[in-house]
Nanobody, 118 residues
Framework: VQLVESGGGLVQAGGSLRLSCTAS????????MGWFRQAPGKEREFVAL????????DYLDSVKGRFTISRDNAKNQVYLQMNSLKPEDTAVYYC????????????WGQGTQVTVSS
């Protein structure tokens, strides 16, 4: 499955952005879909995931209550709604997919930059 992210940009602290991840060559409902981010000088970190059922989610503690992962099967897209953004949320955000039988994400997008100004 090929993944392409969009929706990044520059936003002031307290603002919102919605990232989109468009899949091709596979259906998002067949995979565990995840969002990751990498800030300058830091390692890539997990942000959120959505299981195949589309019901179970998991989040990085620092984004719980602010970020929401969801998907639209008809559009074959996964979203990351980000509210109450903070400067520490600044990073390149990546969409990724994996089979439910493995913990290794095998497909990654190219990333989209999110910059939160204070």
């Amino acid at each position: 499955v090929q993944l392409v992210e969009s929706g990044g940009g520059l936003v002031q602290a307290g603002g919102s952005l919605r990232l989109s991840c468009t899949a091709s060559g596979g259906t998002v409902s067949s995979y565990v879909m995840g969002w990751f981010r990498q800030a300058p000088g830091k390692e890539r970190e997990f942000v959120a995931l959505l299981t195949v059922s589309g019901i179970i989610t998991d989040y990085l503690d620092s984004v719980k209550g602010r970020f929401t992962i969801s998907r639209d099967n008809a559009k074959n897209q996964v979203y990351l709604q980000m509210n109450s953004l903070k400067p520490e949320d600044t990073a390149v955000y990546y969409c990724a997919a994996r089979r439910s039988t493995t913990r290794v994400y095998h497909s990654w997008g190219q990333g989209t930059q999110v910059t939160v100004s204070s």
